[in-house]
Each structure stands twice: as C-alpha cells, then as structure tokens.
C-alpha cells in the first residue's frame, strides 16, 4: 500500500515537471514577444533561463517536501492520511522562523523586481505585473496571510513609489492605477484565501495528530480495513495483540495475517456489519499467532464517505482475556462464599443504613418460610417481624454498635414466620463502610436459625427438672456400668444415698431371684435394640426385695459409640399386690374358685398345643347341669350357689393335675382333658365324672342330688382352632339333652362339616335371591272333562348365572325349617299375585296356586301378611288364589293350622291339601282342616297304571274326598291313559307332564291360546 503512494506520487511530480518544462520551452518566448521584440529577445534568454530555475527549484521543493516519510505515526498509511496531510507537509517549513518568512517574502519580491528590470521595456510603461503574483503566492503559502500581503506591498511600493517622485498622483496614467489596484487586490485575495488554507490545515493537521496520538496511546486494539479488505490502519496495541509489526499488517488481507479459521470468522463478521451497516458488538475467543487463547470484545462499523457510501469498516477490539478471568474468579469466589453461606445455613443481610432499606439472602427469607422476592425488607419491617418481648432488646444492641459502644452485634431473638410462628435466630453483624466523617453508612451480617438449639436448651432445663423432681428413680451409667448420677427418687426408693453409689455398678442392687441367663438376655436386648423393659427383683439398702419396672435405654455420641445408659424404674409392689388381686378376680370364678373363661382359654390352648406336640388327645367336655333350673324355683338361689360349690368339689377329686375345671357361668361347666392316650382312658374318665357329678350334696337339711349332660369333642380327631373345638362341645351337649340328659355326646366332624356346608347354601341362595336370580315356572291344571284350564301352580326355579336352571329338589330341603323358608315363602306368594295381576290387565284371568310350607303359615303375622297383600292388589278376587300346603306340615300343630287356614278362608283365599295320601292320614283331621281340594301326591298317579295297589290308593282318596264334599286334583299325569284312567275313576281334574311342564310367565299366555288343539289328545 505505502508502494502504491509513493508510486502515484512520482509519478506526479514527473508529469508536472515534464508539463512546467515543455510548457516554458514552447511558451516562454511567445510570451516574451509580448512584452519585447524580437531583436531584444537575445538578451533576455540569460533572464529567462534563470527564471527557469528558480521556479524549478521552489517546484522541487515542494515536491520533496511532500515526499512521504519512509514511517507513519500509529500504523496509519499514507493513502489513509491523505493530500490534506502531504500538502500542509509541504508547506509548513518547520525549520523556517516567522522573522525568515517575511524576509524571505521580501527577498523573493526584490528579486523579482530585479529580474523585470532587467526585462526590455520601460518598467513604468510595461510593469509585467504578472510577475510579481511568484512571490506573493511563494510569501502566502510558506507564511500565510502576514508574509502574502507583506510581499504584495513591497510589490506595490516598487511599483508606484518611483512613479510618485517622478510625478503627482493624479498624473498616474489611469491604466497603470488600474493595474495596481488589480495587483494589490489579487495579492490580499490571495494571501487571506490561502492564510484560510493553512488554518484549515494546521486544524486538520492538529486533529490528526490527535487522533495519532489517541490511536497510537489507546490500549484497544484499532483497526480500518478499506471496502476490499485490506488493513490500512493498525495500531500498536492490534499490532501487539496480533503479534507482527504494523508495517506487516497494513494492506494485507485477513487470510495473510490469521489462520483459516479465524480468519474466516473474522470475514463473516465483517460481512455481517456490511450487511445491517450498523455498528455491531461481538465478544469472541480468538486463537493468536502465539497461539494463546484470548478473549476480545469488538465494536465493528462503517466508515462512510461524504456520500453515505461505505469506502470501509473500522474495528476496536479489547483484549478482555485478564478481565474476563478476573470475573470468572470474581464468580466463583461469590459462588464459593455463597456455598458457605448456604452450607452454613445462614441467611445473608445487608442494611443501607441512610435509606433504611435491607437487601437479604434467599436463605434469610426461607428461614421465615418466604420464597424469593416475597418481601421488600426494610428497617421498620424488619422491626415488625420481631417478637415484641425481643423487640427492645434487639434495637439496643444495633444502637450500641452504631454509637460506638461494641465491637458488632451479636443477639438472640424471635422472629415471626410466614404461617406466624416464631423462630428463634442469632443475628451477627457489622457496620462495613462509613462515610469522610465516620458516620456508618452500611451494615452487613448474618441470621442462623437456632430453634433447634433454643428447644434442645429448654430440653435440657426440663430434663433436669424431670431428673430432680421425677417420681420414678432415675439412675445413670458410663459405657462400662458405673453408676455416675442418680436422682433423690432413686434414694427414697432404693434407700441409697448418691454417695453410697456414684462410682460402683448397679449389680449391688441385685435380689438374686434373676439368673444369669435372664442378665445376659437384658444386655444383648440393649445391645441389638438399644432399650430394655421389664420387670425385675431388686433389693433396697434395709434387704427388702421389692418388684420394680426398669427400662434401659443407650445413649450414643454422634459416632454412635456408647456414651451412657440411663435405667428409669418405679417400685411396683402395691401393683403387684392389686394385680394378683385382679387376676384372681377376672380368672376365677367368684362363686366356686375354678377358673372361669378367662383363664380356660389360656390352659385350653395350651392344652391343644402340648397335644399336638406330644401326639396324645386332648378331651374337651361342656357340662351343662340337668333341671338346676328347677333346683333354684324349688329351693332358691342360695341354695343352688351352694349345689353349684358341691358338685366342684366332687369334680376336682376325680380330675388329674393337668386338667382343668372351668365354670362358664350358671349351671355351665367346661373340662379340659389333657394327655389322653385312647378312647378308652377317655370313657373311664367321663363315667367318673358323671358319678361325681351324681355324688350326693348336703346343705343343711337338704340331701341333693343332680346329673348333667356332657358334649364331648376330641383333639385331634376334630382338628379346628380351641374356640371352634368348644363350640362343638357345646353343639354335643345339646345332642346329649335331647337324646334324654344324664349322658354325653361325642361330637361328629362329619355332621357338623355337612351344617357348615348348608349354611354356606342357605347364605348363596340369600345372595341369589337378592340379586334376582329366582323366578317363578307355572304348570297348568286343567279339567279333563270339559278341557277348561283352570289354573296354574307357580313353582320356584333358580337361574343360577353359571349353572343354568337349577330345580327347587336342589336348594330348598336346605332352608327347611330355617327363617329363609318364610323370606322364600313371601316372595314366591308376592310374586305370584303380582303376576297375576299382570295377567289380568291382558284378558287371562287365571287361578294360581301357590306352595306354603307349614313354617311359612304357622309364622307369626302370616294372615296380617296375606290380608295386606290381596288388599294392594285389589282387583284380584281372592277366590283365585289357592294356597297348597302339605299333609304333613298340616297335623305337625293341628290346633293352629286348623286356625290359620279358617281366618285365610275368611279372606277368600282357597286351600289344597298337597301330596295327600303321604302322610299320617287321620280321617278326623281330614274332617276338621278346613280345605277345598285335596291333591292327590304324582307318587301314585305315575305308577297306577301297572301298580294294583296305587291305583286302589287313587280311588280310595277319590271317594274320601267325594265323602268329605272335597274337590280332587291328580298331579303327576303324563300320558293320555293316565287322564283317561282318571276320568274313568272321577278324577276331573288333573296336571302333569302330559297337560305341560312347568313354563316361565312369557309362555303361559302363548299355551293358553294353543291349548284348545293340544287338548284333543285325550278325547
């Protein structure tokens, strides 16, 4: 780049030289001419050539003066510099005085007075002003405005003062005044407009060496590049930073200086400021030529011309490498003190002592239970959160530490949290900064949550007075047992002073009813638990032995080694006292001494256990006296409680060691049998006890006797739990009363697992029939004479969701007798007279017989029932409901059934004795049970047709009932011979499986309608 200047400039001078010279050599006669002839201009060649030289010598001069200096201030080119610069270089001598600039204009001005003198020509006549313009502009560019008109003025003096001593004023010819005007004019013209020049630039200059100076001092690193890229300005720092000189840089490209890859950066930076011709702000790490990485922060924008054009870009570039690891080390250091601060758990505060405000930590505020930024924090919050009994304490001390009184503050408070509970915190701080005066301007501290420590103080203060003031005897151990501290409640129990036992071990208090093993037992608990509770025998100092309640616990330092163990204990002789007391009263029976069930069922279980073990049987008997009801009514209670008291002690002379007699309450005794090796031993045992049950009991005047009835269960042959094992006995024991008392019963697995398996039916067909899984079939009845039906009978099936329809032979004998048979019976009765009522509304009008057994109709409240049902449905005749009940069920209590059935007839309702000729017939029963039709049972209507004596059966129940003014139904009808037969007898009316089988309620309409050409089979 310097080069190319340098070039240029040559180049410059060379054609103004050439074109100064050809121009005089060609012009410079012609011009002479002008002012002489050609004869003179011989003379004048002497003249002209030294003119010649003097302009080519100033010429030279400010051509070499303009020459650019082989170095330049700030890495700055000469291109950037610019002519402003080479020109005011040129013209500015700085060797030159002022007093040397006006003499030299003077000089020049003479001399070229000198030369037009010795031009032909009358000076006066031709003055060749012309000439005189050399010197001035010479004096106004080496001196400006001064040494320009100085020179124009000593032009102007040569010029007229000869003329003036020659002649007047007004005598100076009018173009020669002119002349002189037009000269001095010119001259000060001149000399102002090139004074401006110089001005402007000695300022242009100034400034540049400004910015020199600036570019050249600043510690930045400055750059321009010109529109191709090239560097034309480097300072000394950029060229340090890069690390080659600046003539090395200046007009080189990126690429030339840097690697690929910075470079490359670089360019797309620059490409990016070009595009948004804006300036820009980057912060880089840059790989020097060194090959260190440093960190810069650069300002990149567009140097622009008069225009507004972009000729350029300039960077300033910092070297931030020291100050960026200087902030990073700043981080972590406030990163590591936040640690501490953090690990600390303390919370950081800062108070601006002039303003009032307090800037605090996210701990400080999560300590109060605030998330961060909840609160603005100032001095009068602050004062506000305090606890009001604290309050003045607090301010005291940060009053003494701001006069002057103490060396900080240090002070333990309360201070309310976000769900207003107080927490306690210790408050440390300092004032950090004061003002020229040493008034304190800011505080800064720490708050550290003590509430753990506060309650673990407040502990120790109750512990002491629990340990001095505690009821129970307190005694504490070092890690090797010797005793170090007791309490006044362990002197008082034990009759030990401390004195007497601070420094020995707690073995002095031993009884010696423990044994080793149970000490080695307590101080393994100890060791794997850490605490030990129990009962023991100690011994006071008087020899005493007394029952007290120790517990142990260990106390272990934070590296969880044994530091102490510490025994708590009270004397519980009266406890004791009370409590074999208790026992005797809630394990005895208060009346006879034996036990009662409390204490039965722990020997009761520990009888079976050891069974189990030894492989022998173990008899468990429940005795339950014969008519000592009546012993009581007789005689009175008194005298019962003393039977009661006899017959226990005839018991215990028979019972072995290890068995037991237990009384339940009443009359009610158990025996519990242990260690039986055969069921003979056992009968031999049970026959004694029945004999010393019957063993004569005297009371007073009285001679009593009595038996009992005993249920036996065996273990184990009956191998259940000892609460089942006893039930069973008791489920013996009425057994043996029903069988006729004064025996005993052994209890049956086989029986009882059968009842359990009944139960479990009975408890399905609950869930069944609350979930609606029963319904009702209805078979047909008709007459067989005039083919009319004239009924249905509703029988109950179970639609079992697995099983499908299950038949009532399945699950009804397992309610028989049970409640479930009424539940059963109301809903079958609601049900059928429902759907009767459904079938009314649809024209079928039929009569329908329903199954009642005989506890459904004995049941309490069965007519209320009946009557309160056929009122609900009251537009149902109760002519067409016809109850079936069992010939059987019906002479079980034929008293009551004979009643029941005559207030249900009251109402309407119709009977059938069903399955009649099964039972015990009594013709006088027949006559009394007031019911409509009797039923002949399908048992012998099946078989009348090839069994004489079921067809005699048959006809005899039709005559009976022709006697007796009765209606008769066969069931069990399934051919046509059947219904023949039994027309030809004077059985009319019939149903079977031959008429229909039992249907579900959607079919019985659609038989209905086809029953008229079904019914021609049996014409």
Same mark, same amino acid.
């Given at each position: 780049m310097k080069q190319q200047v340098r070039d240029r400039f040559i180049y410059l001078v060379i054609t103004s030289y050439l074109v100064l010279a050809l121009g005089w050599i060609l012009l410079s006669d012609a011009v002479l001419l002008v002012f002489t002839d050609p004869q003179s201009l011989m003379q004048f060649s002497t003249v002209k050539g030294i003119f010649f030289v003097v302009v080519s010598a100033a010429s030279f001069y400010l051509a070499l003066r303009a020459v650019p200096n082989t170095g330049t201030a700030a890495g700055i080119s000469d291109e950037t510099r610019g002519w402003q610069a080479l020109l005011l270089n040129a013209v500015t001598p700085t060797y030159l005085s002022r007093f040397r600039v006006y003499a030299l204009s003077i000089l020049l001005t003479l001399i070229m007075y000198w030369v037009r003198l010795l031009l032909p020509g009358d000076v006066h006549s031709h003055p060749m002003l012309i000439l005189y313009m050399l010197p001035i502009i010479l004096a106004a560019i080496f001196g400006g405005f001064g040494p320009g008109i100085a020179s124009t003025s000593v032009a102007v003096g040569l010029l007229i003062v000869p003329m003036l001593m020659h002649m007047k004023p007004s005598e100076l010819p009018p173009q020669y005044s002119l002349q002189i005007a037009f000269l001095l004019v010119n001259g000060t013209a001149i000399s102002a407009l090139t004074g401006l020049l110089r001005e402007a630039l000695k300022r242009l200059e100034i400034n540049r060496h400004i910015l020199e100076s600036i570019v050249a001092g600043s510690k930045d690193a400055i750059l321009v590049k010109n529109k191709e890229g090239k560097y034309a300005l480097v300072n000394q720092a950029a060229a340090t930073t890069i690390g080659k000189p600046s003539a090395d840089i200046i007009g080189k490209f990126d690429f030339e200086i840097f690697d690929? *890859?910075?470079?490359?950066? +670089?360019?797309?930076?620059?490409?990016?400021? #070009? !595009?948004?011709?804006?300036v820009i702000l980057k912060e880089e790490i840059v790989r020097t030529l060194s090959g260190n990485m440093a960190h810069f922060s650069s300002v990149i924008g567009p140097l622009k011309d008069d225009q507004g054009n972009v000729t350029g870009l300039f960077g300033i570039c910092r070297d931030v490498t020291k100050e960026k690891a200087a902030e990073k080390l700043l981080q972590e250091r406030e990163q590591r003190l936040s640690r501490v601060i953090d690990g600390s758990e303390q919370g950081y505060w800062e108070w601006n002592i002039q303003s009032g405000e307090i800037e605090v930590s996210t701990r400080w505020m999560a300590m109060l239970g605030y998330t961060p930024n909840a609160l603005v924090i100032d001095q009068q919050m602050w004062l506000d959160l305090i606890h009001p009994d604290d309050a003045s304490m607090v301010k005291k001390a940060f009053s003494d530490h701001l006069n002057g009184y103490s060396q900080g503050v240090l002070t333990e408070y309360r201070i309310r949290k976000v769900d207003d509970s107080w927490l306690w915190i210790v408050t440390r701080g300092k004032v950090v900064e004061f003002d020229e005066l040493g008034k304190p301007l800011l505080m800064s501290g720490t708050n550290a949550d003590i509430t753990q420590r506060k309650a673990a103080e407040q502990a120790l203060r109750e512990v002491a007075v629990v340990f001095d003031s505690?009821?129970?005897? =307190?005694?504490?151990?070092?890690?090797?047992r010797i005793i170090?501290?007791?309490?006044?409640? %362990?002197?008082? =129990?034990?009759? #030990?002073?401390?004195?007497?036992? =601070?420094?020995?071990?707690?073995k002095l208090l031993a009884s010696g009813r423990q044994n080793a093993l149970f000490y080695r037992e307590l101080w393994e608990s100890l060791k794997k638990n850490g605490f030990w509770r129990g009962e023991l025998w100690n011994r006071r100092k008087s020899g005493e032995i007394y029952p007290e309640l120790l517990s142990i616990s260990v106390v272990k330092d934070e590296e969880g080694k044994i530091k102490n163990y510490v025994g708590f204990f009270i004397d519980i002789s009266e406890r004791k006292m009370h409590e074999e007391e208790l026992e005797r009263v809630a394990k005895y029976d208060k009346l006879t001494g034996v036990p009662n069930r409390q204490l039965l069922s722990d020997r009761f279980t520990d009888s079976v256990l050891r069974s189990a073990k030894q492989g022998h049987t173990c008899a468990v008997c429940f005795l339950d006296l014969d008519d000592f009801r009546q012993i009581n009514e007789c005689y009175g209670n008194q005298v019962g409680d003393h039977l009661l008291v006899g017959v226990t002690a005839n018991l215990n002379k028979v019972l072995r060691a290890n068995d037991t007699l237990a009384r339940l309450g009443g009359d009610e005794f158990v025996l519990v049998l242990s *260690?039986?090796?055969?069921? @003979?031993?056992?009968?031999? +045992?049970?026959?004694?006890?029945?004999?010393? $049950?019957?063993?004569?009991? =005297?009371?007073?005047?009285?001679?009593?006797? $009595?038996?009992?009835? $005993?249920?036996?269960?065996? #273990?184990?042959?009956?191998?259940?739990d000892p609460d089942t094992l006893l039930?069973?006995? *008791?489920?013996? +024991? %009425? +057994? !043996?009363?029903e069988a006729g008392k004064n025996r005993y019963q052994l209890f049956d697995p086989e029986s009882d697992r059968k009842a359990q398996a009944q139960k479990l039916i009975q408890q399905q067909m609950l869930e069944a029939l609350n979930n609606e899984e029963f319904e009702l079939f209805y078979q047909p009845k008709v007459n067989l004479q005039s083919k009319a039906i004239i009924g249905m009978e509703a029988l109950i099936r179970w639609r079992h969701p697995l099983k499908g329809i299950i038949s009532p032979a399945e699950f009804l004998p397992h309610i028989q007798g049970h409640d479930l048979e009424v539940t059963f019976g109301n809903w079958v009765l609601k049900t059928a007279v429902n759907q009767m009522a459904s079938w009314r509304l649809i024209g079928l009008d039929l009569q329908v017989s329903v199954n009642i057994s005989a506890r459904h109709l004995l049941y309490p409240g069965f007519h209320d029932k009946l009557m309160s049902l056929l009122t609900q449905y009251g537009d149902i005749l109760p002519q067409r409901l016809e109850l079936e009940i069992l010939e059987s069920a019906a002479i079980e209590d034929m008293e009551q059934a004979i009643v029941v059935v005559g207030d249900c007839r009251r109402l309407g309702v119709r009977f059938a004795l069903d399955d009649f000729g099964t039972g015990y017939s009594s013709l006088s029963y027949l006559r009394r049970l007031p019911v409509d039709i009797l039923k002949i049972d399908q048992s012998f209507v099946r078989d009348m047709l090839t069994d004489p004596d079921d067809m005699r059966i048959v006809e005899?129940? $039709?005559?009976?009932?022709?006697? %007796?003014? @009765?209606?008769?139904?066969?069931e069990g009808v399934e051919t046509v011979a059947h219904g023949n037969l039994l027309e030809r007898m004077g059985c009319h009316l019939a149903q079977g499986y031959g008429i229909a089988k039992p249907m579900p309620t959607e079919m019985v309409a659609e038989w209905c309608q086809d029953w008229n050409q079904r019914y021609m089979m049996f014409s």
């Open positions: 690929q *890859d910075t470079a490359a950066r +670089m360019g797309r930076n620059d490409a990016e400021m #070009y !595009a948004l011709g804006q505690s009821h129970e005897g =307190i005694l504490v151990t070092n890690q090797d170090t501290k007791v309490n006044q409640a %362990f002197t008082r =129990i034990t009759g #030990y002073q401390p004195g007497e036992v =601070i420094g020995q071990k707690p *260690d039986i090796s055969s069921q @003979k031993e056992c009968a031999w +045992m049970l026959e004694r006890i029945q004999s010393a $049950i019957a063993q004569p009991v =005297i009371i007073g005047d009285l001679v009593l006797t $009595i038996t009992a009835s $005993i249920g036996v269960s065996l #273990y184990p042959e009956d191998n259940v039930r069973h006995a *008791d489920q013996a +024991m %009425f +057994m !043996a009363k005899g129940v $039709i005559q009976l009932a022709s006697v %007796f003014h @009765k209606e008769v139904i066969a």
